[in-house]
C-alpha cells in the first residue's frame, strides 16, 4: 500500500514516467492506478483528442506502439491506456523497442492482470529503467483484516475485529469485492462510525451468528449445540455456505492451534506474532488449545483433509452437504 502511496504521489505532483506496466495476481491496485491516471493526467477538456483506452484482446502490441508514438494535440501529454493487456502475453516482449526509447510526451498504461512479466527477459530489464513496474501481490487471508482497516481510517470509518472477519471470511481475499462492499456501507452509514456485525448483516447480508466465523469459535469452546445449530443452517442454505470454504477455514484454525501448541512462549503478543492473527482472536486460540490437545488437533487436521476430498464430491457423490457436515461435526468434537 505504501508503493501505491508514493506512485500516486508522484503522478499528483506531474513527475510523470512514459511507461506504467502495471502487473500481478491482485487486480484491484491496478484497477486503482489505471483510474487514478485516466482521471488526473489530463484536464476533461484534453481528453478528446488525448486519451485512449485499447483492449488487448482487441489490438496488437503494434499498434499499441504506433498510437503510443503519436503526439499530443494541444496539451502537453497524451495517455494510452491498454486493459486486459494479459490477453497479449505471447506477444508482449515485442513491447521491448518501444520500452528502450519511449516518446517522452506520452503516457502508456499497460493493465496486466493476474500474471507476471518474466523479470529474467530484456522487456522487465529496460521497463525497470524507462518507466514503472509496479507489481500488484495478492494479500494472504490474514492480511485482509488490516487492509480493510487501513481503507476505512481515512474515509473516517472504523471496524470491529469480527466484522472485519466476516467480510473476509464471506468474500475471501478478493479485494475489489470487499471494496464494493465497504463502500455501499459508506454510502448508508453516516462518518465516524464503526462498522459493527450487525450492520454487516443488516447491510451485507451476512449473518452475524450463522458463519464460519462463529461455527469455528462454537467448536473451539466445544459449544456443541451452537455448533450444532449454525451446521443445520449451513446445511438449510449450501449456495451461501459452501462447505469446500467451511471445511478450509477449519483446517486453517487447526493449523494456527498445532503451531500454538507448540509455541513455547504463550503471550498474547507473541501469539498474535507468531499466528499472525489480530491480538483480539488470541484468546479463542487459549480456550481451543484447552479443549483440544496436540494429539487431538493432529487427528482433528487428518479428518479435514479427509473431508476436504468428500466436500469436493470424491467418494461421496450419495452425501448432502447438510449430512457431510453433521458427520465431520461429530467426528471433530468427539
Partial sequence: MDDVKQLVTAIKQKQLKPIYFL??????????????????????SERGFNQMVLYGRDTSIEDIVANAKRFPMMAEHQVVI????????????????????????????????????????TLYKTLKKTGVIFESKKLYENQVADWIRRVLAPKNYSITPKAAQMLVEFLGTDLSKINNELE????????????????????????????????RKAIGDKNVVKAHKIVHYFAENPKDNPMVVTVSLLF?????????????????RHVAAALKINPYFVNEYTAAAANYPMRKVSAVIAVLR????????????AVSQGDLLKELLFRIIN
Avoid: C, W
Avoid at 487486480?27 to 484536464?43: A, G, N, Q, W
Avoid at 456501507?185 to 462510525?193: A, F, G, N, V, Y
Fill in 23 to 44: 502487473m500481478g495476481e491482485e487486480p484491484y491496485y491496478i484497477d486503482k492506478i489505471s483510474e487514478f491516471i485516466e482521471r488526473t493526467v489530463l484536464d476533461p
Fill in 82 to 121: 491498454v486493459k486486459e493487456a494479459q490477453d497479449l502475453s505471447r506477444t508482449i516482449e515485442k513491447l521491448v523497442d518501444y520500452a528502450k526509447n519511449p516518446q517522452p510526451s506520452t503516457v502508456l498504461v499497460v493493465n496486466y492482470k493476474y500474471k507476471k512479466i518474466d523479470k529474467r527477459k
Fill in 184 to 215: 455501499k456501507l459508506q454510502i448508508i452509514l453516516p462518518k465516524d462510525t464503526q462498522i459493527t456485525p450487525e450492520a454487516i448483516e443488516e447491510n451485507i447480508g451476512i449473518s452475524k451468528d450463522y458463519n464460519n466465523f462463529e461455527l
Fill in 252 to 268: 486453517n484454525f487447526f493449523s494456527q492451534l498445532l503451531h500454538y501448541h507448540g509455541l513455547q512462549d504463550k503471550s498474547p
Fill in 306 to 317: 479427509d473431508f476436504d476430498v468428500k466436500s469436493k464430491g470424491v467418494g461421496a457423490h
